[in-house]
């Protein structure tokens, strides 16, 4: 059973940092490219970062130069490191994976709020 936790979300200022980790269980993380996603309340759920199989990485426009995304393999954990946070930022954040072309399984995503 695929299994993808998130956890590290919370309640930060503007300006502020959090890191975001997400334990995957029954998937490699190396076999996959794993992404985080997000959704604001009324919005659609949008791509922010991507790490590829060889571990290239890709960002929206929004948050190129502050968040990195990044991986362990040994402990088959993927992480989202998140600074200069703005209110724009808060959102429900979701780890998926992919092993082709569709993103196949997803975390149940943790809630990150950044006050003004």
């Known amino acids: 059973q695929v299994r993808l936790v998130e956890s590290g979300g919370g309640l930060v200022q503007a300006g502020g940092s959090l890191r975001l980790s997400c334990a995957a269980s029954?998937?490699?993380?190396?076999?996959?490219?794993m992404g985080w996603h997000r959704q604001a309340p009324g919005k659609q759920r949008e791509l922010v970062a991507v790490?590829?199989?060889?571990?290239?990485?890709n960002y929206a426009d929004s948050v190129k130069g502050r968040f990195t995304i990044s991986r362990d393999n040994t402990k088959n954990t993927v992480y989202l490191q998140m600074n200069s946070l703005r209110p724009e930022d808060t959102a429900v954040y979701y780890c998926?994976?992919?092993?082709?072309?569709?993103?196949?399984?997803w975390g149940q995503g943790t809630q990150v709020t950044v006050s003004s």
């Open positions: 998926a994976s992919r092993a082709w072309t569709l993103w196949d399984y």
């Open positions: 029954g998937i490699s993380i190396r076999s996959n490219t």
């Open positions: 790490i590829a199989r060889g571990d290239s990485t």
